[in-house]
């Protein structure tokens, strides 16, 4: 029996499967958006992907080390679902495209994503 403990900002015991799944979840979509975004810049399109990259990243690593995870999975829920409204507006029901044949890899990846993050946070705000 080890004796050792935690003494970092990450405490794994805290950690369980969904939050994990939820993490990766946040940096696919985190990181898809900000290369996006680079792409985009200076345009406000861009700086709203660079944006939207920066919150995924940044609520991915508060919930790792355990700041107020409660409030970020109810902020997260809204702020998710707010991007998948706005990418189908902005894109097919406003824009040119058509659904589903001009999806695109990356927006499909995206959010694939985004739809399941949604079930993890909702998950973690059951339990």
Same mark, same amino acid.
């Given at each position: 029996?080890?004796?050792?403990?935690?003494?970092?900002?990450?405490?794994?015991?805290?950690?369980?499967?969904?939050?994990?799944?939820?993490?990766?979840?946040?940096?696919?979509?985190?990181?898809?958006?900000?290369?996006?975004?680079?792409?985009?810049?200076?345009?406000?399109?861009?700086?709203?992907?660079?944006?939207?990259?920066?919150?995924?990243?940044?609520?991915?690593?508060?919930?790792?080390?355990?700041?107020?995870?409660?409030? =970020?999975?109810? =902020?997260?829920? #809204?702020?998710?679902?707010?991007?998948?409204?706005?990418?189908?507006?902005?894109?097919?029901?406003?824009?040119?495209?058509?659904? #589903?044949?001009?999806?695109?890899?990356?927006?499909?990846?995206?959010?694939?994503?985004?739809?399941?993050?949604?079930?993890?946070?909702?998950?973690?705000?059951?339990?």
């Amino acid at each position: 029996m080890s004796t050792a403990t935690n003494s970092g900002l990450v405490d794994p015991d805290t950690l369980g499967p969904l939050h994990y799944a939820g993490v990766a979840l946040a940096v696919v979509s985190g990181l898809l958006h900000i290369g996006l975004g680079v792409g985009f810049v200076p345009e406000p399109l861009g700086l709203s992907f660079l944006f939207a990259g920066v919150v995924f990243l940044a609520a991915g690593a508060a919930v790792v080390v355990n700041y107020r995870r409660g409030l =970020l999975y109810r =902020l997260g829920i #809204p702020f998710t679902a707010g991007q998948i409204v706005l990418w189908y507006y902005l894109n097919f029901a406003a824009g040119p495209k058509s659904f #589903p044949s001009d999806v695109g890899t990356l927006g499909a990846v995206d959010k694939v994503a985004q739809g399941l993050l949604l079930v993890v946070l909702v998950l973690l705000v059951r339990k």
